[in-house]
């Protein structure tokens, strides 16, 4: 992998890890289109790290109140949402280990079902958009509640499927259930802490990084991580004032546009 391909694999991670558009398709998309192959998981490890810190930072106070008041028996909000983040887990973590053979498949059946949960994207963004407008001018919001956390946790769960987007599906589901708009996209973000740790705990150890025998040089793995890092850093930023202003509306028609070229040319 040279060095220019290390760049735009780590662009595209970074944006689409926080924007609703499915970071999963497009990295499996773009490396269609460039032709780039890659033997193990090596290099997606790496970017899927450095998305995941650059959530940490944008959220430090928050992890910091989480992680103290948690390890300390506190009765505090903080505490509260450390453990619904950890109910929300649940689901991912009975795909991740019934059925990840089966989804990892799904990757390499070419572009077509990528293209079907891109509109199935589309779908749920459009959909949640007006309930969520809706819901502001009636009132009838509320903060993530254990029963909300489950349910978003299954649509986080579902978006193991290549091109449903994490992050669309899980705000998507959680406007929809009323959740107030300033408290569902950073649970969103901070839900995927767990996962996406474990997930690549896991590969280590089975051996899916190892960047030495897949010829991953060092240059792409530190400009992959770099390019991932900065840019997840804005896209995060971004999405949490998009949403706070539920302005989904645009992302729905990129991933309708996307899954239509998906399905018809790819």
């Not at 309930?131 to 502001?136: A, F, G, H």
């Amino acid at each position: 992998m040279s060095g220019l391909e290390a760049l735009i694999l780590g662009l595209v991670q970074g944006l689409t890890e926080f924007l609703p558009v499915s970071s999963s398709g497009h990295l499996v998309i773009v490396k269609s289109l460039f032709g780039i192959e890659s033997k193990d998981a090596s290099f997606e490890i790496i970017v899927h790290i450095a998305t995941v810190l650059s959530t940490i930072v944008v959220f430090r106070k928050q992890v910091r109140e989480m992680v103290a008041d948690t390890v300390r028996f506190r009765k505090t909000p903080a505490t509260g949402l450390t453990l619904r983040i950890l109910f929300s887990a649940l689901p991912v973590l009975v795909v991740g280990l019934l059925f990840k053979e089966r989804v990892e498949v799904l990757f390499t059946t070419g572009t077509g079902i990528m293209g079907w949960m891109l509109l199935l994207t589309a779908l749920l963004l459009g959909l949640s958009q007006w309930l969520s407008v809706s819901r502001q001018k009636t009132g009838t919001t509320h903060p993530v509640r254990y029963a909300d956390a489950f349910i978003i946790g299954v649509a986080q769960a579902c978006a193991v499927m290549p091109g449903l987007s994490r992050s669309g599906a899980t705000i998507a589901t959680g406007l929809t259930l009323g959740v107030e708009k300033d408290k569902v996209a950073p649970f969103s973000f901070l839900m995927v802490l767990i996962p996406v740790l474990g997930e690549a705990f896991l590969e280590i150890l089975a051996g899916g990084f190892a960047p030495a025998a897949t010829g991953l040089s060092f240059q792409a793995m530190a400009i992959g991580f770099v390019t991932a890092f900065v840019t997840g850093l804005l896209a995060c930023r971004l999405m949490l004032a998009l949403v706070r202003k539920i302005r989904l509306t645009w992302f729905a028609v990129y991933c309708l546009l996307a899954g239509t070229a998906c399905l018809l040319f790819l």
